[in-house]
């Protein structure tokens, strides 16, 4: 059914920038709130970003805010997540996730901010950021 593939993963030395694709294929794009999620050794899964299903609105996580930007082209089906200033700390398996559009208005990333919210998920990429 839904199939997400996320790419551009790698290693980087601090302060340098990775770029993070994410292709869906499905269902209707633009249905979908789709968000970036990593998950480092010993930790658990959060958020990063995510973007609503017209590309409209973003939210950020606190470590993220400043140098990350999510966006998304609606017409190829993709999302991005452009990593900037990165850090030794923003190593992990990085992921693609996917769901429903079923909640909007100002406050709509409230509803969306656990892994559990999520419908689809990508296999992940691995980003390695050393120091």
């Known amino acids: 059914q839904v199939q997400l593939v996320e790419s551009g993963g790698g290693l980087v030395q601090a302060g340098g920038s990775l770029g993070l694709s994410c292709a869906l294929s499905?269902?209707?794009?633009?249905?979908?709130?789709m968000a970036w999620f990593r998950q480092a050794p010993g930790k658990e899964r959060e958020l990063v970003a995510v973007?609503?299903?017209?590309?409209?609105?973003?939210n950020y996580a606190d470590s993220a805010q400043g140098r990350f930007t999510i966006f998304r082209d609606n017409a190829r089906n993709t999302i991005y997540l452009q990593m900037n200033s990165l850090k030794p700390e923003d190593t992990a398996v990085y992921y693609c996730?996917?769901?429903?559009?079923?909640?909007?208005?100002?406050?709509?990333?409230?509803?969306?901010?656990?892994?559990?919210?999520?419908?689809?998920w990508g296999q992940g990429t691995q980003v390695t950021v050393s120091s």
């Open positions: 973007v609503s299903g017209g590309g409209g609105s973003t």
């Open positions: 996730a996917a769901a429903r559009a079923a909640r909007s208005g100002t406050m709509w990333h409230a509803y969306y901010r656990l892994s559990r919210d999520y419908d689809f």
């Open positions: 499905g269902r209707t794009f633009s249905n979908y709130h």
